[in-house]
């Protein structure tokens, strides 16, 4: 189980991926506030969270890395709605670089993204994706 530190840093790096265009969007928004609750992270800090980012974690846990990408490409989803960003792309492949998974993994949930309805990669082909790689 993760702390509240790294909880706290998990959602910053959320909240810097969202910023990353310049805006939160109102979908977006609510998609992390809900993410801040799954991480029991109050709103007053979450809040705080947008305006003073605190630095990156990385996470022990290989599973914990897989869960937090996942949310990426959810929130990836949510601010794209259906276009085809390659700078969205390209800032997620990034993201999960630094959270040290493998760059095969990562192009190919990217790759299969496509084929799923709204380019959401059900989480069991994802962590089998995952799993599949780092063994």
Do not use: C, W
């Not at 310049?22 to 799954?38: P, R, S, T």
């Not at 959810?74 to 794209?80: G, T």
């Not at 709605?81 to 969205?88: C, I, M, T, V, W």
Request: hydrophobic share 40%; no cysteine.
């Amino acid at each position: 189980m993760i702390n509240r530190v790294e909880k706290l840093s998990l959602l910053s790096e959320m909240i810097a991926f969202a910023k990353y265009d310049k805006d939160i969007k109102h979908m977006e928004y609510n998609f992390l506030l809900g993410v801040a609750k799954q991480l029991e992270i109050s709103r007053e800090d979450f809040d705080y969270l947008i305006e003073n980012p605190i630095n990156y974690i990385h996470l022990k846990s290989h599973s914990e890395r897989i869960v937090q990408f996942h949310r990426l490409v959810l929130l990836m989803n949510i601010e794209n709605q259906g276009d085809n960003n390659s700078k969205s792309v390209i800032k997620l492949y990034n993201f999960g670089l630094r959270m040290g998974l493998s760059h095969e993994s990562i192009t190919k949930v990217l790759y299969l993204m496509e084929s799923f309805p709204n380019k959401i990669v059900p989480p069991d082909v994802l962590i089998d994706i995952f799993k599949t790689q780092y063994n």
